[in-house]
Nanobody, 121 residues
Framework: QLQLVESGGGLVQPGGSLRLSCVAS????????IGWFRQAPGKGREGVSC????????RYADSVKGRFTISRDNAKNTVYLQMNSLKPEVTAIYSC??????????????WGQGNQVPVSS
């Protein structure tokens, strides 16, 4: 079993920045790929970004390219999502998920509790 715990969410003003953290524990070999997802009020789950823990290869949704950066610190079993130039329309619950196999959206089998990220003045 793999456990994921997110932190770093909270209210941020438009144009501001926020860094989310996702710490993995337990069977970390089950988390070769870590993805960040979000779900806005009244909308479905959306993939934001994903990283290969082994080689650092990254993927981003077109809507966040240039503003969001995913990174990892393997010594701390932690994956980060740096979010810059935040807009109100990205208000959502952000969660990290883990997959042993790939960044494919249907491959994630572990997930954290989610963090609220409201973007509002």
């Amino acid at each position: 079993q793999l456990q994921l715990v997110e932190s770093g969410g909270g209210l941020v003003q438009p144009g501001g920045s926020l860094r989310l953290s996702c710490v993995a524990s337990g069977s970390t070999s089950e988390g070769n790929f870590i993805g960040w997802f979000r779900q806005a009020p009244g909308k479905g789950r959306e993939g934001v970004s994903c990283i290969s823990v082994s080689d650092g290869t990254t993927r981003y949704a077109d809507s966040v390219k240039g503003r969001f950066t995913i990174s990892r610190d393997n010594a701390k079993n932690t994956v980060y999502l740096q979010m810059n130039s935040l807009k109100p329309e990205v208000t959502a619950i952000y969660s990290c998920e883990a997959s042993p196999a790939s960044c494919g959206s249907h491959s994630f089998i572990y997930w954290g509790q989610g963090n609220q990220v409201p973007v509002s003045s």
